[in-house]
């Protein structure tokens, strides 16, 4: 069974970095498009970036675009997402996901990391 | 992009249907048949209920159907169960990104 544990959440001030980590098991991690996917407090699901297969292909949501930084390492089963430049509206639970095989869709969900940006 | 468009909240009681409207636009929902639902208990990830509009994944009840007409995307639930209290939320590819919807809690009277 696929398995995906977020860790490197906590409380950061505003204008500092933070990096993610997710750490995948149970699937053949190199074969599939990952994303992070994110949920303020009390608020829907925001898409935020995504990352091909391969690592080649990634793809950003606007709000994040030169702040935020999606990649991932094959051989350590691992995906990142490095945070710069945190403002107080990137507060949220962060997401690990993992496709389905159709590609289209998010079949497979971590925990959540809490990532608070406070002045 | 703006988040796709879902009633707040939808309300039923157990064996009824209710139904949940997602809408975007011919850049999103219109132009691809890459909707996907989830639905969420409160302090939980979300779970994959319908994908590619009108698919179910295994192990998912098919008293969870999916449709789409233009720009208008829906989920059905038929023969609601108390389990089935929850926020739902639509989801469609957008050629780069994905998009959400607004969320919609549904409630089991």
């Known amino acids: 069974q696929a398995q995906l544990v977020e860790s490197g959440g906590g409380v950061v001030q505003t204008g500092r970095s933070l990096r993610l980590s997710c750490a995948a098991s149970?699937?053949?991690?190199?074969?599939?498009?990952m994303h992070w996917v994110r949920q303020a407090p009390g608020k829907g699901l925001e898409w935020v970036a995504a990352?091909?297969?391969?690592?080649?292909?990634?793809y950003h949501v606007d709000s994040v675009k030169g702040r935020f930084t999606i990649s991932r390492d094959n051989s350590k089963d691992t995906l990142f997402l490095q945070m710069n430049s945190l403002r107080s509206e990137d507060t949220a639970v962060y997401y690990c996901?993992?496709?389905?095989?159709?590609?289209?869709?998010?079949?497979?969900w971590g925990q959540g990391t809490l990532v608070t940006v406070s002045s | 992009q703006s988040a796709l468009t879902q009633p707040r909240s939808v309300s039923g009681s157990p064996g009824q249907s209710v139904a949940i409207s997602c809408t975007g636009t011919?850049?999103?929902?219109?132009?691809?048949?890459?909707v996907s639902w989830y639905q969420q208990h409160p302090d939980k990830a979300p779970k994959v209920m319908i994908y590619?509009?009108?698919q179910r994944p295994s192990g998912v009840p098919d008293r969870f159907s999916g449709s789409k007409s233009g720009n208008t995307a829906s989920l059905t639930i038929s023969g609601l169960q108390a389990e089935d209290e929850a926020d739902y939320y639509c989801?469609?590819?957008?050629?780069?990104?994905?998009?959400f919807g607004t969320g919609t809690k549904v409630t089991v009277l």
């Open positions: 996901v993992r496709v389905l095989e159709s590609d289209y869709g998010f079949q497979y």
């Open positions: 149970g699937f053949t991690f190199s074969r599939y498009t």
């Open positions: 990352i091909s297969f391969e690592g080649s292909l990634k």
């Open positions: 011919s850049a999103d929902v219109g132009h691809y048949n890459y």
């Open positions: 590619d509009v009108t």
């Open positions: 989801c469609s590819f957008a050629g780069t990104s994905y998009i």
